[in-house]
């Protein structure tokens, strides 16, 4: 069965014969702004069950039905990859999170340093763009957008089951090929523009689940070292490989 063009992430089970109902903001888009109908073929996923091709039979301005015909794609979930990274301008932070998702993390979570830009992010909107990412790349799963944390309380009760690759830019050089790193549970820390302070250097080099690697000769913008630093784990540890 050919995949639909049109994908919509839904929080509802698919199965075949599963009439699936659409949120008002969903038919909008669909009924309105796509200027689709009945009889429409869309493709849905919900982060659980894959992908499958659905017919609209019911279209309202509000609301609407979708009936499921059947699986166009298996679930694929990422590998159990977290990025931590320090918001910055908002553009910029939207990118990052919309790239996260895409380079296949399971988890995004922002957090507070010494010299974040900004001390507050709108978790929901940041959240969407999570979605709307998966959606536009044929992905079947949404990362989570955790709310704003102090970096250091979140490593405080921090689980050293789950090593954390710090994408330092002090070691400026040789890029590191992380040939040595075992697989398993996982984040990536990328910190704020203008770095970590040198305090919380100290203190980040002190945690034995800690691990700071080089991106290479250059120092890269934190959006830019985010995408590095996910690619070069997802070649070497990832589902990549």
């Known amino acids: 069965m050919d995949r639909a063009k049109i994908r919509l992430c839904v929080d509802?089970?698919?199965?075949?014969?599963?009439?699936?109902?659409?949120?008002?903001?969903q038919a909008h888009y669909l009924f309105s702004v796509m200027r689709e109908g009945p009889g429409a073929r869309v493709a849905l996923f919900n982060g659980r069950d894959g992908?499958?091709?659905?017919?609209?039979?019911?279209?309202?301005?509000?609301?609407?039905?979708?009936?499921c015909l059947g699986q166009a794609a298996p679930q694929l979930d990422p590998p159990d990859l977290w990025l931590i990274f320090a918001p910055i301008k908002k553009e910029r932070t939207d990118f990052i999170v919309e790239k996260a998702a895409e380079l296949g993390c399971a988890r995004i979570v922002p957090v507070a340093t010494e010299f974040t830009n900004s001390q507050r992010i709108r978790q929901d909107r940041l959240q969407a763009h999570a979605l709307e990412a998966a959606e536009q790349c044929l992905g079947t799963f949404v990362p989570e957008v955790t709310d704003l944390v102090p970096l250091r309380r979140l490593l405080?009760?921090?689980d050293p089951a789950r090593r954390i690759l710090w994408a330092d830019e002090s070691l400026v050089g040789t890029a590191e090929t992380l040939a040595g790193l075992v697989p398993g549970p996982w984040a990536i820390l990328i910190g704020p523009e203008g770095g970590f302070s040198e305090a919380e250097r100290a203190w980040l080099r002190a945690r034995p689940f800690v691990t700071p690697v080089s991106l290479g000769p250059r120092i890269l913008r934190a959006d830019t070292a985010a995408c590095a630093a996910i690619t070069l784990w997802q070649s070497a540890l990832g589902d990549w490989r």
């Open 156 to 158: 405080e009760g921090w």
């Open 12 to 25: 509802h089970p698919l199965g075949p014969g599963q009439a699936v109902p659409l949120t008002p903001e």
């Open 51 to 67: 992908e499958w091709t659905a017919e609209v039979v019911a279209a309202a301005k509000k609301g609407g039905t979708l009936s």
